[in-house]
């Protein structure tokens, strides 16, 4: 009797270091959750093109050479818009830390799903959109010419069409945010992440 609970014994201490062994590899083969890590930004080109003449171009710039340290991105220009011209607008974003400079416009637009731009301006700036922009309602009307995958708004191109009222001195905000596994057609410009929020100087003359 004693032999044989000496093997139930053995059997007994064999499963459970077993157990506790496989239970450790367990724990150790998990993966880490992916973080879904802000994009590394330096320049910001802002690039409005007049869509009768090709060669009319408006560009406004903001840098920050020390990417994701202490500094900020810096507004260098105004934005000096014509009166009566309509504007496509699209950008050109990217991380000069790398060499060479890596494209994160690219890799907004790869990851359209994620990305989404928001826009502010005084009321009445543009004659289309109509409004002050959707930062504060995500529903306001912006000229969004691209979409997601899933036939949300992306912002890289948008299209902007000024009046016959001049502007002098307004504000013209751009904001990226990134929003994985948030952004959907109602998502708005506090969910997920901020890439950028850039204040810039409207002028329409």
């Known amino acids: 009797m004693k032999k044989f609970d000496d093997i139930k014994r053995f059997f007994l201490y064999t499963f459970l270091a077993a157990g506790i062994f496989i239970a450790g590899c367990s724990d150790d083969d998990e993966a880490p959750e992916e ?21 009319d171009v408006v560009e406004a710039r903001a840098q920050d050479p020390d990417g994701p340290g202490v500094q900020e991105l810096v507004i260098l220009d105004g934005i000096n818009l014509d009166l009566n011209k309509s504007y496509t607008l699209t950008y050109e974003i990217l991380n000069n830390l790398e060499s060479p400079a890596e494209d994160i416009g690219d890799e907004i637009q790869e990851e359209d799903d994620e990305h989404q731009f928001f826009f502010s301006f005084p009321e009445g700036a543009f004659a289309s959109p109509t409004g002050n922009g959707n930062i504060d309602n995500a529903s306001d009307p912006i000229n969004y010419n691209d979409t997601d995958g899933n036939g949300n708004p992306l912002g890289y191109f948008t299209s902007w069409t000024t009046g016959s009222a001049g502007l002098s001195g307004g504000t013209f905000t751009v904001r990226l945010q990134h929003q994985p596994d948030v952004k959907t057609s109602t998502s708005g410009a506090t969910d997920g992440d901020t890439d950028f929020d850039l204040q810039f100087v409207l002028n329409i003359q």
Do not use: S, Y
Request: glycine share 0%; net charge negative; charged share 35%.
């Open 35 to 55: 973080e879904n890590e802000l994009e590394v930004i330096t320049d910001v080109k802002l690039i409005f093109t007049n869509d009768a003449d090709a060669a």
